[in-house]
């Protein structure tokens, strides 16, 4: 009995899973790949909604059954074990057990090959923190090229993902060139044979592999419509490998290369930027910009808007007069004033009146009637779309800095700009071989080239990486005149690109203010708030001098002499006042440079050495002349300099001269006439 | 390596862990006799519970002290066999499988190769076999209950004793037996693993300088290896062709080169320095700041990981290591000092440059300091510096020392000042380094950083002497003893909750034993409410905890005082106090094993397998009598 009932439960179990195979069949049999050219089967449920989801091994990257069989091993754990090696991983990274961090990292990994986020998050884990752990350069380049190998593990395991191609190309091209020790990291790589194994010598720049693996993840992108994220936004990841280019370039010359190496990469870049700018980049709002438009927007713009005036013919000045009639007399006279004269209340009272007399295409249309107004309506629309576009293209030129990418490719490939470039990076070097006379000249002719490039492109003035690359030039051909002690020379090429520089400076316009307050006090005869206001005067120009240090060396003359004539208006004032000029004067050390590179004090310093040589000869009449002319010279120097009577040090070493022609004039029974020529230097002194 | 908890000289240890393990089986012995007599007592009164309770230990202590070795080792056979019919080969063969799939996932570019080989192999040895013994531990009594097999047993003239022994030695027996077979594949594998070797050809190397060979002969060349196991080396050789491959991955190998004609052929050695047993001499470290004045650790430069004490640089600070006891045969030409250093700069400085330090060397009785050797700092990686015998100081001057007194309320400090050296000895070109600078043998390293604003980071495991190596193949087999002890803990607890319990939970509560004993510094803190570093340990005891947990209090303001709060405490008492109780128990399960010491190239000391042999005999026996005695309580072995 038993028996026969344990048969008939065999055969019902034989019949379930007769039944079951069919639906397992259904759900789980596996695609093939066809033969060449032809299609294979797609597979049961599962595996063709696999390949609807891209969820694939085969579709991600490559299948390793190391990773396999680890994850078949956890028994669907794999979650729970990856989150214990990542604490695992944290402390050996707090323990600094990089070993056992690494082959943590590689298992983690193992478990989930397609968690794109941990790839990206541990590779910057190795490149960026744990390369900076490491004392030695040698080793933390290494690190860094540990993380780049790891992204590069992670592509093989998910080739379509451009998040890691893209970072192999921020790290390669960011990490390596921007890091402090850039210079070492860029020689590194270029060394590198293990790394760069299939890169020839010639393209082994950091900026140009990056640029590479940029353009990969573009690729992937353009020919995979399903990518929906590339980690930032459009307009960045497009810039990239452009602005790689440009970085490529500068790179070379900062390395020495110019010529047309040099020119071939920028034009280069001036390409690719072009190009960048006539891409359809999607903004947040739904509609598709091109960077590089927005001229031709704004002269659309202006037609569409000549388009809305024919509607309604002399409405738009009309509006203008009504509105500006409207203006108070202060917000008039805040327009009137020229932008850099104007005070902070002015700007503000300029800026409301901006706005008050701004008249919109609204208000021009709402002033067509009859049939004109359903036209002007119309053409509204098509006026408000294009300025929201160029509203958005501005906005999104500013953030990549469009414009001037696109000047400084332009600049930088011509001749001048070489030139310049090459002539400053010889004088670099030629200083820091101490060969002084080679460092001047090419200084010196670089500064030409330079005033040539800023001729050409005089937006360049106020571009702040031009303002920092020649005070570079300004400040290393300083400190290499100081060594020749030697001021900058009256011609010196610079000398309008630095003035412009004072007058873009804001403590001018407190100088310029104050001056025009000085005026009316000494009309007025008020000597007392004269003098204050120029003791303010003084104060700002000493702090445009620390802003602009080179102004000490005469590298601007123009502006040098506007301080001395200001240091003589104030002495004048002090003289009214018959107030002695103080001791601790602000400009003293300006002064100070001014008179010790003074033809005059240096003639005078010879006639008092010469006098007292003299003097030791016995030759007192040939002496006591040489001593006249040397005091009379300083007397010249003071005339000039009148602040000088406050300095101390000066004061002592004419002081000193003095009782040495007063003992010269004892030996011949002489004394001192009653007028002597620098009496007021000797009360000044003897008085203390 | 890293050294977290410092190891006691065995002697040392001999004088406070037995009397610890007294204390402790004392105890518990007293509380189960106080506890046996209170149960017979609640079923058959009080007095005749006294006569019960005598019996019951007069019994024991026969069943205990009367064991028959012939009776045991015939138990011991049946466990082993028992074992054998459960399969245990099975184990051995999937290591097999394991090792041969191991090469996929240790990387052989890893920087200190050694060490993930024998993690490795180690990690995956205890792995297993603790799984292993685990199973036989905690099923086989009880399976033996459940199938009526331990009544055929238990007829028979033995003692409980002898059947829980028994069981214990058979299962030590078969794993130990395991672990050699798996120890001598693994000690193959690691050999074979780590062998290799470069090809060094004549197109790599360039001539050093501007030398040109004499006539023909070979000039000294420098250049890199060919790449084998993801590195490569640079390779010097001298003009005499001889040369060697330089340190990379912790080794370096020999190279002999030959001429025949023109031709010149390099011949590459095996990998040397990678199958170590370093024995080091380790000193005392102490700190001295940038006044000279005594601190017990150097500054806090913001790392999370406190292991590491940082002096700064440019001033007088110094971290000083005391050695005792160096004898001039350990090092009859010269000292050689390994050591591996934090570095932490606050400024960029020289790039390039590694940040320079320097010896001194100072004898502590007559305070005589030399300035022995100045060096470039290395960072995560052992660098070897050596010191002569006879050390050419450039600068001698004596260091006394002196007690100033403290801030307000604190001890005297103690100072160093620094004394000119008088004319003689500031004139001697040179100092032996036991006859001038030690006391019987007692010396010390001052280690300073001489870049301003930049420091040193240092521990007392940092820096050692290395006299000589010991064998590795034996530091192997002692990194396999650490897997045999943790192995006999699991059985004995197996066992002995096996005696009580049914099989998956005599299994869990063993698992649950050696975890627990993973968090003994927790529940220690938890316990005394101090941290081992005698800090306060915030938040008080687990009812306390719940308290502020539900009512969000911070751990460290005051529980309000009031009714709630001492009923609350009051219990915290009582279970801090059981909390201890099973922290002093439990057996802290990871310090039995040394895998880091061999896989960081550092030999076990005597003092090591002396101290944790003893502690694992210690609970052995324990467990044992334990399980006696509830196996003793169960009907079936009465």
């Known amino acids: 009995m038993s028996e026969h009932r344990s048969f008939i439960r065999k055969i019902a179990y034989l019949a379930a899973i007769a039944c079951l195979l069919p639906v397992l069949f259904w759900l789980g049999q596996p695609s093939t790949g066809g033969a060449e050219g032809e299609p294979g089967l797609p597979g049961g449920r599962l595996a063709q909604l696999r390949t609807a989801e891209d969820l694939d091994q085969a579709q991600l990257g490559k299948i390793d059954p190391a990773s396999e069989t680890i994850k078949l091993a956890t028994l669907g754990l794999r979650g729970v074990a990856a989150n214990v090696l990542w604490t695992k991983a944290n402390n050996y990274k707090m323990k600094k057990d990089w070993t056992n961090l690494s082959a943590t990292l590689n298992q983690i990994t193992k478990l989930q090959p397609n968690f794109v986020g941990v790839w990206q998050f541990q590779a910057w884990n190795l490149s960026y923190n744990c390369s900076a752990e490491f004392d030695d350069y040698r080793e933390r380049y290494h690190w860094v090229i540990k993380g780049i190998d790891f992204l590069k593990e992670g592509i093989s395991y998910n080739e379509f993902e451009p998040k890691l191609v893209r970072d192999v190309g921020k790290f390669i091209s960011q990490k390596i060139g921007r890091a402090d020790e850039h210079e070492q990291f860029r020689r590194l790589f270029r060394e590198d044979d293990d790394f760069n194994a299939s890169i020839p010598k010639d393209n082994r720049d950091n900026w140009y592999v990056g640029k590479q693996w940029y353009l990969k993840a573009e690729k992937l992108v353009d020919t995979h419509d399903d990518i929906l994220s590339v980690g930032t936004s459009p307009l960045l990841f497009r810039s990239e490998a452009p602005m790689c280019q440009m970085n490529y370039a500068d790179a070379l010359e900062k390395d020495g290369v110019f010529g047309e190496k040099a020119k071939t990469q920028w034009k280069r870049a001036g390409k690719e930027w072009e190009d960048y700018g006539k891409l359809d980049i999607p903004t947040s709002e739904g509609r598709a910009i091109r960077l590089g438009e927005l001229k031709r927007l704004d002269d659309q713009l202006k037609g569409l808007n000549g388009q809305l005036d024919k509607f309604v013919p002399g409405a738009r000045e009309k509006l203008l007069n009504t509105k500006a009639a409207m203006l108070t007399d202060p917000q008039r006279e805040a327009i009137a004033t020229p932008l850099r004269a104007r005070t902070a209340e002015q700007h503000q009272l300029a800026a409301v009146a901006d706005e008050l007399t701004r008249v919109t295409p609204d208000e021009v249309a709402r002033q067509a009637t009859g049939a004109n107004r359903a036209k002007a309506n119309q053409l509204l629309e098509t006026i408000h779309d294009q300025m929201e576009t160029i509203r958005l293209t501005k906005s999104y030129q500013g953030i990549v800095n469009f414009d001037y990418w696109r000047l400084r490719a332009d600049v930088e490939q011509t001749d001048g700009m070489l030139d310049a470039r090459k002539l400053v990076f010889e004088a670099d070097k030629a200083y820091a071989e101490g060969n002084l006379p080679v460092a001047h000249d090419k200084f010196e002719r670089g500064a030409v080239a330079w005033a040539g490039v800023l001729a050409r492109f005089p937006e360049l003035m106020s571009d702040r990486s031009t303002i920092d690359d020649i005070d570079d030039l300004v400040k290393h051909f300083a400190t290499a005149l100081d060594q020749r002690d030697e001021l900058f020379p009256e011609n010196f090429a610079l000398a309008a690109f630095i003035n412009f520089q004072v007058h873009a400076n804001d403590k001018l316009y407190s100088i310029e203010r104050f001056q025009e307050k000085v005026e009316k006090a000494v009309a007025a005869g008020d000597y007392q708030t004269a003098r204050k206001h120029y003791e303010e005067t003084l104060g700002n120009w000493q702090l445009i001098i620390n802003d602009i240090p080179s102004l000490e060396q005469n590298s601007d003359p123009a502006s040098v002499r506007e301080i001395l004539a200001a240091i003589d208006r104030y002495a004048k004032v002090l003289g009214q006042l018959k107030v002695p000029f103080p001791d601790n004067f602000v400009l003293q050390q300006f002064v100070w440079t001014q008179i010790e590179h003074d033809p005059n004090t240096r003639a005078a310093r010879a006639a008092i050495v010469q006098g007292g040589l003299l003097a030791n000869q016995k030759k007192l009449d040939d002496a006591r002349a040489a001593f006249d002319q040397g005091l009379s010279l300083w007397r010249k120097v003071f005339d000039q300099y009148p602040s000088l009577i406050a300095d101390k040090n000066i004061a002592e070493e004419v002081t000193a001269a003095i009782s040495r022609y007063q003992e010269l004039l004892k030996q011949q029974d002489r004394k001192l006439p009653e007028n002597f020529i620098l009496q007021d230097v000797l009360d000044r002194n003897t008085k203390k | ?638």
């Open chain 2, 1 to 638: 390596m890293i050294v977290e908890t410092q190891q006691l000289p065995f002697l040392e240890w001999l004088q406070s862990g037995p009397l610890i393990w007294l204390k402790v089986v004392g105890t518990l012995a007293l509380a189960g006799l106080v506890l046996g007599y209170l149960v017979a007592a609640l079923r058959n009164g009080p007095v005749a519970a006294l006569g019960i309770t005598r019996r019951v230990l007069f019994s024991g202590v026969a069943d205990l002290v009367l064991i028959s070795p012939r009776r045991v080792w015939a138990l011991t056979r049946l466990a082993i066999q028992d074992s054998l019919r459960r399969r245990v080969v099975i184990v051995f063969v999937v290591f097999i499988v394991v090792l041969s799939f191991a090469a996929w996932f240790l990387d052989p570019g890893s920087e200190h190769p050694l060490r993930l080989y024998i993690s490795f192999v180690l990690t995956s040895t205890s792995y297993l076999v603790l799984l292993l013994v685990l199973f036989l531990s905690a099923l086989s009594l009880p399976n033996d209950l459940k199938a009526k097999t331990l009544h055929t047993i238990v007829t028979k003239p033995v003692r409980p004793s002898e059947i829980v022994l028994g069981r214990m030695l058979g299962f030590t027996v078969v794993g130990t037996l395991l672990l050699v077979v798996m120890g001598l594949v693994s000690y193959l594998f690691v050999n074979r693993g780590l062998a290799h070797t470069h090809e060094v050809v004549q197109a790599d190397l360039t001539p050093v300088g501007q030398a040109q060979a004499p006539s023909g002969g070979l000039v000294p060349m420098k250049g890199f290896s060919s790449k084998s196991h993801g590195h490569r080396h640079d390779v010097l050789v001298d003009a005499q062709g001889r040369g060697r491959l330089e340190m990379a991955q912790d080794h370096t190998h020999a190279l002999v080169c030959t001429t025949s004609g023109d031709e010149v052929a390099y011949e590459v050695g095996p990998p040397e320095g990678l199958l170590i047993a370093r024995v080091p001499v380790y000193g005392k470290l102490r700190f001295v700041d940038r006044e000279r004045v005594e601190k017990e650790k150097g500054i806090n430069v913001g790392d999370e990981w406190a292991y590491r004490s940082y002096i700064e640089g440019g001033s007088l600070a110094a971290a000083i290591w005391t050695f005792d006891d160096v004898r001039p045969e350990d090092f009859p030409e010269r000292l050689q000092i390994e050591m591996t250093l934090g570095v932490f700069r606050t400024t960029m400085g020289n790039i390039v440059e590694g940040l320079p330090g320097s010896f001194l060397i100072r004898n502590p009785k007559t305070g005589l300091t030399v300035e022995a050797r100045i060096f470039k700092a290395k960072e995560f990686t052992t660098d070897v510096q050596y010191v002569p015998r006879e050390i050419a100081p450039t600068n001698v001057y004596y260091l006394r020392r002196e007690t100033i007194a403290g801030k307000e309320g604190e001890e005297p400090q103690v100072k160093y000042v620094r004394e000119d050296a008088d004319a003689a000895t500031a004139d001697k070109a040179q100092f032996d380094l036991f006859e001038d600078l030690s006391d019987n043998g007692r010396f010390e390293v001052w280690l300073q950083c001489l870049a301003p604003m930049q420091y040193f980071g240092a521990a007392q495991a940092d820096l050692y002497l290395r006299a000589s190596d010991a064998s590795f193949a034996l530091n192997f087999v002692k990194g396999y003893f650490g897997i045999w002890m943790q192995m006999v803990l699991v059985i004995a607890f197996g066992v002995m909750f096996s005696t009580f319990l049914s099989g998956p939970v005599a299994m869990i509560a063993t698992v649950g034993a050696l975890l627990g004993g993973l968090f003994r510094p927790f529940m220690i803190a938890l316990a005394t409410g101090q941290t081992a570093e005698g800090k306060v340990f915030y938040g008080g005891g687990p009812v306390e905890s719940l308290i502020r947990i539900l009512t969000q209090q911070n751990v460290v303001t005051e529980m309000e005082a009031g009714l709630r709060t001492t009923v609350a405490q009051t219990v915290d008492g009582v279970l801090q106090f059981l909390i201890w109780v099973m922290a002093q128990v439990l057996p802290e399960f990871g310090q039995f094993g040394s895998a880091d010491y061999v896989a960081y190239g550092f030999n076990i000391s005597g003092a090591w397998v002396a101290e944790h042999g003893l502690s694992t005999l210690g609970f052995f026996v324990a467990l044992f009598v334990v399980g006696y005695f509830f196996l003793k309580t169960r009907e079936v072995a009465r």
